[in-house]
């Protein structure tokens, strides 16, 4: 109730936005008086076709919603398929046709969205590309792709694309659907998105019979057609084209809608770049197949406050998002007042003991769930609604592993939160996790009609409906990554547990072996160190060398709270990372990865001998994470080579100058003196005890 | 597909043809024996955006204050939108659509970005205090109203994530952007700007050209700036006008004045 503060010009505002949102009966009529009609049967083969049965089903319904201007606007589904058939109309008067590819650039709007399902319905391919990327980023697949339309959402996009014109000769079009700035442009292939609309409304207004044309060409959509092609961002090489079909995608999407009883009754707040296949599938493809609600906040920044007006029912975020939430509220739990404090700290520690078993179905006893009941409303509740997740039935996390603490933070205070193992190949679904069946360090088990087997080199390879086509004009990379007989490499080292659930060790061709001849997973280590909120990303170097030595990024956030009640000054990332202090922390956790390290007998023998911490942040536009925010081992190590001969030549310092790149493009260098620090290493128990032993 | 860029007598007819918006002539301010400002003409045109620069103490700030209505100059006529000016006080300047903001932030701290740009819209509102006390009925109807107005604003300066938040606990770069706001939460004609890129780091000022050029383009605001980075004086404005000392020593579009071997020599610098 935020908003009440704000006096009464707010609570006015606040009660229109309430009448919009909240509350499942009271839906806003549909806007206008349509008069179209929708044809009684349309196939269930494509998503425009089931746009066609949500129309005609869920047709007040609302199915995308958008915060502008401050208020929460909605569609229905009879006002989606609208808008959907004046865009496609308006993109086939342009000379939109079968075949056509068709570019998205922006972030995760309605109107976006809706371009999908105009193109799939002319028979055209949508591709989705990431908005973050770098002109050249976007040339590139724009040219491999033969893109002939382009959407952007706004004059960003729309500058990089005339930027890179040159290189793009197939592009001949491009639509913006927000025309701020843009008024002076050349409009000869410039187009604004409502006018490409307005043309398509216009033909239909003048030619009765174009509306059924349309209805039937979207009847003509096959099972087997291509649906989308998304561009894998790649931790190696350039981005390779993912050719999903209908097939592909409704299979895996109604199996994930079954697995979770998702319907139309759903709600999710759509927030993760459009290009990636998470997104496609929460926010397009579920959301269609399901009939739920897709919710598109008002910007990048606003998420955290939308999610809260909107308190999604279903929920998807990487762990880095889990991980954020969770140190903001501790950082400010650290500036509570004492009661408040300890409240806190006795109700989430009480959590820790009761609150999973009760999420599990497990025997609690009466007294239990009611002290559990009171801190949920003290405590449990507040802080669910804080984060948004008051109305949450199932939350995912999967793209990393997730820290066990972490995980079980949020499953104690009542969230349903679970794992599941997929990439772009597979169209998301691979592993699961059902209800009740919760570790931390698995995966879950294979979803339904999803094969699942270890091959002899430890990695992990599937075969499912939702596997996909191919790579776009690369079949040498779809020879090497689908087997003939369908099964599909994913890359990943992995191995089933005793009770059938998965767990994903590494990347397969990362994991190595140091010149003692022990195992080397890089990511295992990585994620070790990345679950300490301090530690914000940490590359691991191991393989044929001598030693294990890490590069840490500290979390700027954490530290810099930290550095805030101690009264350490700093001026720049750069200044706190090499802070004495700041390196006594960081070794701490590297201490206690070691520790935890020699606990494992497979891995005792990787424990970190050095470390660092980076004088810079690892940055996508640097080419150091990809888009997704994965770190691309091979360019970091080519990059900080100097930092590394450091390392295994037992220097304690380096001077180094790196290049980086600004937000607006240009260049520039940053130079620094990176400490290196020795680290103590433990030995394994089991060897340990055999040392004993022979004592 | 590209923009090019125009060249020094297409820029110069451009400002020509113009219809004038503010005139100055003659004007002298004095505060007892120190000369602020001597015998100072220039005009500000409408939809241009013009630049008044100076070294520290050349009167740049008095200047914008003569224009605002805060000084009173003891010589001179100055001409608003063809109405010479008798007196003047900085509430008639909101009211005849001069708006402004702060060489040092003048916001109210303690409350969120939202009511500091609904406070812009105060000498809009008309209805009177019974109305508004009742909260109800016509009062929130219009509140209603200037709040969509607002939210434009909001929409248009990219700062929906603070809608609420306290301005006090902003970033410096953030208040100055709420500032920018509030001032144009009076849809001002004239909007003056008092070093609006002050303390900001690249990409703050980055983002405050773009939105200066934002709303001279597409607001229509006319709009005159004091500036002490160059780059960004030079880059966005129609005109500058150069002061030193209280007096005018050049006044004309960037390139004309870069060139100048008065401005480089009073104020650009010269090697010693």
Redesign the interface.
Known sequence: M??LR?????L??FL?VNRQTKGTSVWPLARGDSKMQVPPSAGMDTFPQLLIRNARDWGDRPAYREK????WQSWTWLEVLEEVRKLSLGLKSLGCKEGDKVAVIGANRPHLYWVFAAVQALGGIPIPVYADSVAEEIAYVLGHAEVRFAVAEDQEQVDKL?DM?EKLPLLEHIIYEDP??L????H???HRYKTVQDAGQALLDNDEKLADEWFEAVKGGKREDVAVILYTSGTTGRPKGVMLTFNNLMVSVQNANKFDNLDENADTVAYLPMAWVGDHVFSYAQCITAGYCVNCP??P??VS?DRKEIAPTYMFAPPRVFEGMLTHIMVRMEDAGTMKKKLFDYFLDYANKVGERILNGESVSLFERMKYAVGEFCVYGPLKNEMGFSRVRVAYTAGEAIGPEIFKFYRSIGLNLKQLYGQTESSVFITSQPDGQIYADTVGVPMQDVEVRIADSGEVMYRSPGAFLGYYKNDDATKDTKTEDGWVHTGDAGMFLENGHLKIIDRAKDVGKLNDGSMFAPKYIENKLKFFPNIKEAVTFGNERDYVCAFVNIDLVAVGNWAERNNIAYASYQELAAHPEVYKTIQSHVDQVNKDLAEEPMMAGAQIKRFLVLHKELDPDDGELTRTQKVRRNFVADRYAPLIEAFYAGETSKHVVTEVT???GRQGTIEATVEIRDMETYNSKAMSAIGEAAE | MTVMDPTLEEVKRKAEEREVLLDLENVSLSFGGVKAITNISFNIKKGEIRAIIGPNGAGKTSMLNVINGFYQPQEGVITFNGEKRKSMKPHLAVSQGIARTFQNVALFKGMSTLDNIMAGRATRMKQNMFWQMLYWGPAQREEIEHRKKVEEIIDFLEIQHIRRTPVGTLPYGLQKRVELARALAMEPELLLLDEPMAGMNLEEKEDMSRFILDVNDQLGTTIALIEHDMGVVMDLSDRVVVLDYGRKIADGVPDEVQSNQEVIDAYLGVSH
């Open positions: 935020e908003d704000g006096g009464a010009i707010s006015s505002y229109r502008d201007l401050g208020i005339i014109s701020k700035g008024r002076d442009y050349d000869t292939r410039l008002e910007g920044e606003t406050i600004f937000e607006d």
